[in-house]
């Protein structure tokens, strides 16, 4: 039987409004112990496709990917089979410590798929700045995605 693996691929542009309209992300990053270590984080996508999250400097994660910046992530939805829709993407993560990158990154994603007024997005600044200097940016630079949607399927299985 021929794989149907093609029928259920996104495209690129779906890859991209599915990643756009997903606020969590699981993080895979490989432990020392040599077990997996995945993570739920809230990310936002620039616009070269670059994926990006905030944690603190020193939390497992951080040190796992200054070990090893290889990564998973897995982005997915659907509460029955037949709606069944994901991305994993393999990843090098580059590890920010700057302050002013870590305060924009918190608003980027506090403010995602919404319209913020200045005033809004200045006490959002003010808050976010308390912890920003703890933190790490983590960018995740895309190597290779792997897709799915099984609704492209119409029931058929």
Same mark, same amino acid.
């Given at each position: 039987?021929?794989?149907?693996?093609?029928?259920?691929? &996104?495209?690129?542009?779906?890859?991209?409004?599915?990643?756009?309209?997903?606020?969590?992300?699981?993080?895979?990053?490989?432990?020392?112990?040599? %077990?997996?270590?995945?993570?739920?984080?809230?990310?936002?996508?620039?616009?070269?496709?670059?994926?990006?999250?905030?944690?603190?400097?020193?939390?497992?994660?951080?040190?796992?990917?200054r070990r090893d910046a290889k990564a998973s992530l897995l982005v997915e939805s659907g509460l029955e089979y037949s709606e069944l829709k994901g991305v994993v993407i393999y990843a090098r993560a580059e590890i920010i410590e700057d302050v002013d990158v870590a305060i924009d990154t918190l608003v980027?994603?506090?403010?995602?798929?919404?319209?913020?007024?200045?005033?809004?997005?200045?006490? &959002?600044?003010?808050?976010?700045?308390?912890?920003?200097?703890?933190?790490?940016?983590?960018?995740?630079?895309?190597?290779? %995605?792997?897709?799915?949607?099984?609704?492209? &399927?119409?029931?058929? %299985?």
């Amino acid at each position: 039987m021929p794989s149907r693996r093609n029928n259920i691929e &996104l495209t690129d542009a779906e890859i991209r409004t599915f990643l756009d309209s997903s606020k969590t992300l699981i993080i895979v990053s490989n432990g020392a112990d040599g %077990y997996p270590h995945p993570m739920p984080m809230w990310f936002y996508v620039d616009d070269a496709g670059c994926l990006y999250c905030t944690t603190f400097g020193k939390s497992q994660k951080i040190l796992n990917l200054r070990r090893d910046a290889k990564a998973s992530l897995l982005v997915e939805s659907g509460l029955e089979y037949s709606e069944l829709k994901g991305v994993v993407i393999y990843a090098r993560a580059e590890i920010i410590e700057d302050v002013d990158v870590a305060i924009d990154t918190l608003v980027k994603i506090n403010t995602r798929g919404r319209t913020v007024n200045l005033a809004e997005r200045q006490a &959002l600044t003010g808050a976010v700045a308390k912890t920003a200097a703890k933190r790490a940016v983590i960018k995740f630079h895309p190597l290779r %995605y792997v897709s799915w949607d099984h609704a492209k &399927l119409g029931g058929r %299985y």
